[in-house]
């Protein structure tokens, strides 16, 4: 995941909550990178984020996916790709 602050910022993307359309909520696994906190204007943070389910059986049976929680920023489409891809290699 990656974040341009356009304006000055607090960011805490290791503190969402991801919910599954089949249930499950789950946070952050503690492997994810530590890139919490306060960006100036102009500045770039980059890490991984992971949140791992337990509960899947196939990665076929997510059809959506919400991030919530402290997160100042829209999450992409790529970023949701990212963390697909990042699912899938865990399952593996």
Do not use: C, W
């Not at 994810?32 to 076929?60: E, I, Q, R």
Request: zero cysteines.
């Amino acid at each position: 995941m990656s974040i341009h602050a356009g304006q000055d910022i607090s960011a805490y993307p290791t503190q969402a909550k991801l919910s599954t359309n089949d249930g499950q909520q789950v946070e952050a696994d503690m492997d994810s990178d530590d890139f919490d906190g306060d960006l100036n204007s102009g500045t770039d943070s980059d890490g991984n984020v992971y949140f791992v389910l337990s509960k899947l059986s196939s990665v076929k049976d997510i059809t959506s996916i919400r991030l919530n929680g402290m997160l100042v920023m829209i999450l992409t489409i790529m970023t949701t790709i990212t963390l697909i891809r990042h699912l899938t290699q865990r399952l593996i």
